[in-house]
């Protein structure tokens, strides 16, 4: 199956922060921004990197801009060029839209004109944006170290109705499912035999390359 194909508008430190990780997990970027030395700072870790202003309707077309799987609006100060991008996207017919937000009204107009998922940055962490980019399901991502982190995963359709035991995660990961949230009960070191419930959400530990491996594997699409 295909890796998923992300664009991200505006190579700010947040923009470039989602690029790099998604570019470290494996996927291909296309790194988008009006400001040609942005461009060539990101031109060396990203697929692909252009300079292009995406207010402009003809050269986000021209780039294709519709095929991608996920863009990631990530445009700095500038609130009427991160609307009117967002409106052209939709337009474009983008399947997935990923929009930086400066303030809650700002959120609340993209939210309105179309996008998918509205994302703050002094609350959203380019590399926790990411991890959410790249698997659905992950609902938090708290990093421990610079190689370990935790994941809150919400359980994929795979894995309902497995076992632990089944599911071998840390034979096949070497991650550790710490924890199981059915509900407002934790179920803390689950049991081999312990079944996965539709609504359940694992806690899982790991080493970074190996929690995005497993994302990767249960990720949608």
Do not use: W
């Not at 337009?91 to 959120?107: C, F, M």
């Not at 370990?148 to 990961?173: F, H, N, T, V, W």
């Amino acid at each position: 199956m295909a890796k998923k194909q992300y664009a991200v508008i505006g190579m700010g430190r947040f923009g470039s922060s989602i690029a790099k990780a998604l570019t470290d997990m494996g996927f291909e970027v296309l790194a988008i921004d009006s400001n040609e030395q942005r461009v060539q700072e990101v031109v060396n870790f990203v697929t692909h990197a252009v300079s292009a202003d995406s207010t402009d309707e003809e050269a986000l077309r021209a780039l294709g801009i519709r095929n991608f799987d996920v863009v990631v609006v990530a445009i700095g100060q500038d609130i009427q060029s991160s609307i009117l991008t967002t409106l052209i996207l939709k337009d474009l017919g983008v399947k997935t839209l990923i929009v930086k937000a400066q303030n809650d009204l700002h959120g609340k107009v993209v939210g309105k004109i179309g996008a998918d998922k509205v994302v703050f940055p002094e609350r959203d962490m380019g590399l926790r944006v990411a991890h959410h980019l790249v698997s659905p399901n992950i609902l938090d991502y708290i990093e421990i170290s610079d190689d370990y982190s935790i994941i809150e995963i919400k359980a994929p359709e795979p894995m309902i109705g497995q076992s632990l035991k089944q599911l071998d995660i840390r034979a096949k990961y070497k991650c550790n499912v710490m924890a199981i949230k059915t509900g407002s009960t934790m179920n803390i070191a689950p049991y081999a035999d312990d079944l996965i419930g539709k609504e359940d959400i694992l806690v899982i530990v790991g080493k970074n390359s190996d929690l995005t491996n497993l994302e990767i594997a249960y990720s949608e699409g």
